[in-house]
């Protein structure tokens, strides 16, 4: 059972236009959402996260909004940068889990940002 | 500030051997998790060390262990190791202290079995 979703295994956009990265999940119990970006032979980095108090958080090129009733968050990235070439994990986690805080992570989305 | 480490970065072990991989903590932080990353998928939670106990685990076979020493570094050790476990193993550590304990990772540790 696939809690965390990206049905987009691959994404094209042009150097300054805007990317949009999707993830969807099914567990309600989810309250904490992240995303990654990886490059090959790298760890994943963490680039910005967001709460589910919240439906929007922004950090300079990077927001991510937050849609509760639909289960559903994405990622905009403006203006997309040839430096952002690289797979994007949307991962998520769960308060209620209080022994911890394990990650949950979709299938990635791979981004190229063409010159 | 040194970010998270792991060691080594590379490893071949042929089926039914044992490997131990190792994991140094960003300064500050006292949670070490551990993921499995198959070629093309996302990372999948293997289990998570605070205060040198296993206090969460993923849908991992026994095989599947770890340790946490007093300076929060950690080990993740595979016995009897299948074809299937060859896969990049990512280390990645947060505060108990920080709201909502964001994880951060290391470089990972890329197994190969032969």
Not at chain 1, 42 to 47: A, Q, R, V, W
Not at chain 1, 63 to 85: W, Y
Not at chain 2, 19 to 27: A, E, G, I, Q
Not at chain 2, 56 to 77: C, K
Request: glycine share 8%; proline share 5%.
């Amino acid at each position: 059972d696939q809690q965390v979703k990206q049905n987009s295994p691959s994404l094209s956009v042009q150097e300054g236009r805007i990317s949009i990265l999707n993830c969807d999940y099914t567990n309600s119990m989810f309250d904490y959402f992240l995303w990654y970006k990886k490059y090959p032979a790298e760890g994943p980095t963490f680039l910005i996260s967001i709460s589910s108090i919240k439906d929007k958080n922004e950090d300079g090129r990077f927001t991510v909004f937050l849609n509760k009733s639909a289960k559903h968050l994405s990622l905009h990235i403006v203006p997309s940068q040839p430096g952002d070439s690289a797979v994007y994990f949307c991962a998520a986690s769960a308060a209620f889990e209080a022994a911890g805080n394990k990650l949950t992570f979709g299938g990635g989305t791979r981004v190229l940002v063409k010159p | 500030d040194a970010g998270v480490t792991q060691s080594p970065t590379h490893l071949i072990k042929t089926r039914g051997q044992q490997v131990t991989l190792r994991c140094s903590p960003k300064s500050g932080h006292d949670t070490v998790s551990w993921y499995q990353q198959a070629l093309g998928q996302g990372p999948q939670f293997i289990f998570q060390y605070y205060e040198e106990e296993e206090r969460q685990r993923g849908n991992f076979p026994d095989r599947f262990s770890g340790h946490q020493f007093p300076n929060y570094s950690s080990e993740l050790n595979v016995n009897a190791l299948l074809l299937g476990d060859s896969a990049l193993y990512l280390c990645a550590s947060s505060s108990r202290r920080d709201y909502q304990e964001t994880q951060y990772f290391g470089p990972g540790t890329r197994l190969l079995v032969l």
